[in-house]
């Protein structure tokens, strides 16, 4: 295999940029950096900045070091991520309308329609202001050569942003020291675009809209997610027995009454949203909400059936896609991808077994992944097995070396770990706003390339730095319009008040004492 | 009451609010400073001695913690106004719940046990704000509500809203716009209840937030309106002791939400003087006058 790239070594050399982020960090110590790392693990469970996993709440750790992405590079994925939020909008305004690309043979027709999100229930609901994908994570990963590709888009409930902002906050609590004077673009002001575009999705007609965020509770993984939006929006968290449609309206139950509900932030999957659509068992959603959601009084965002625009399967058109709607050339490529679909395609996957990354379609998480460099002889011939029996589940890709960043390990040592990058995407229908940063999940085992936070991954404080810029000599003065009203307003704040020196009387102090003399112990 | 326990009271109250207040702002101004280089090291750390009426004697963040965690000589500073809590209470303390006594006797030993590492002050700043939230946690709890309560009450609200007032004239959104408002508002704890209420973040609505909201105990109005209410039921009859301060409420229940930034910073300016005003004349009303033995025959 390639070796990897790494983030602060690029091709063997260092980046001097980076030098003192890293010096700084390692004058610590090893000593030093176990002892930074206990006093995190203590920040992040107190905070209660956990994800759940198998039932139990623990901490997402954040690893010391932070990845960096230049001013540069970061323009690059900005508009690239952009590019492709556009391409997929028009993609599932498409499939979910008049089939143009299928009627023009762009994309097979089967592929779409057995796609396990493509869901006909969704068929001719209008968006209220065009936009369904509200929010987005384009998973990118940077190859052997340093070229960085899209891996998978999340086009659903992605989740992991509340771990961007919290990241930034505990690196901060944490190592102060590698701040240094790097100039990171803040990441504070995601909750603010968010609640923007959820409000300017709201059904016509609504101009003080009511949005909610729709969360399955707090078993969920993301329920700290979930709360942190919630908190930083100013909005209420609902779960779904907290809602109920009536007269083709939601309303949220509230202590004065029922609530319209104009736009959910939906955090619960489609099969679960609606029993009287889909899964008629889940207890988890609203029924009827999807006819109060075609009936236009109510906005889901995500849309529903998004799916099908993320599926695994349709993935390796999705530069087909892009040139297709857009007219342009993917700024960032995909990954290559092997249709399994395909007799010969599958045949040179099954020989070539070793070599290759096998994902199932409609898995996430990083459950059911086989990776063939790493897998026993039994596993690839189950597998191999299985991928004929099920093309269509199934997909290959060759094994891309992820870059690695350096890594503090538990011992205090700093090594090199795989890490990969999901950025995410605001759409408010006018504009895409990429939030200037991302989480990076990292795979704390050695050489390990599955960095899913359900699989032992951890994360990275992500920082986009400034643009080159001078720093701003401070003059207050300058600041406010009338200088001389600053200065008079400066003159008449006065000291901070103190009381009476209560036990400091020197004076006072020695005759109480003396006074005690005759009586001492 | 005792005029001696009255004052104790009062200023227990004051450095209680004080302590907790300056090492929350000392904790959200180290993470700006952190995170944010746009002004030069020196500038950032003046704004915050500028806040607390400290010398401007720190030329960077680690010599900034240290003079602002200080010392137990200046009532300015965390540990001194930790000391200082701790103090009156020990003048009054038998006349304050054992509880009470205990929870400020362990914060100020681990206060003073715990001097912030410069480079790493959030930690001990956490758990600071810790020990002294189970002293008001004690207080809430089984303090009577006599005048000895109302006397603490009285200091806690003034105290708030010069603080508050302070922070509003600070100028945090003029020089970190980015961060500045929302570390406002995280210095009195208050960006969720914030956005509940209103989006954007500005620095100007963030100002109108913490000068009027109606339920923000740190509000400079919910201040006003508490130590109203703690004079009134002191001393109802007599309205020269709460005159300015109810003006200073009732103006701002009636306000313009949208003031102008300048009218905002005057009654920051304002709200500081009548705070001050109004210590002075509870100080005359009730406590020992100055030099505290009087001959006379």
Redesign the interface.
Known sequence: MKSAFDEFFPFDTVDTNLLPLLTNLLNLGSAGLIERGK?RD??LSTQGITFTLSGKERPLSVDLIPRVINAHEWSTISSGVKQRIRALEAFLADVYGAHTIINEGIIPRQLVTSSEHFLREAHGIQPANGVRIHVSGIDLIRDEAGTLRVLEDNLRCPSGVSYVLEN??TL???V??V?G????R?V??Y??HL??ALRAAAPDGITEPIVAILTPGIHNSAHFEHAFLA????IELVEGRDLFCKGGFLYMRTTSGPQPVHVLYRRIDDEYLDPMQFKPDSILGVPGILNVARAGNVTLANAVGNGVADDKAIYPYVPRIIKYYLGEEPILPNVETYDLQIPDVLNHVQKNLAEMVIKPVAGSGGYGLVIGPSATAEQLKEISQVIAENPRGWIAQPVVNLSTCPTVLSDGEVAPRHIDLRPFAVNDGKEIWVLPGGLTRVALVEGSLVVNSSQGGGSKDTWVLQPKSE????A?ET????PD?THE?AL?????????E???NRRLQQQEEQQQQGGEL | MLSRLAESFFWMGRYLERCEATSRLLLEHHQLTVQQHSVNERDAVTFLTDLLVLSPSSLNVEELIAQVYGEESNASTILGSLSATRNNARTIRDAIPGDLYEALNSAYFAGLAENPNPRLPGTVLRSQIQRLAVINGVLEWIAPRDQSFDFLQLGRSLERLDLTARLVAAGYENIWPDQGPATMLRSVDALSTFVRGQIPLTGKRVKGFLIGDRIFPRSIYFCAQTAETSLRRLKERDDSLYREIALLRSELEFSDPNASESAQLRIAARATSVAANTSARISSEFFRPAGSIIWSN
């Open positions: 006093i203590t920040y930034r906050r901060a609590h944490v102060p020291e701040f004077n790097f100039q990171v803040s504070e002001d909750p603010e609640l923007q908190r930083r929006m100013g720093k701003v000599a401070l207050k600041k406010n319009e009338n009203e307003l008449t704040i006065p000291a901070r008040e103190s009381g009476p209560v036990l400091t």
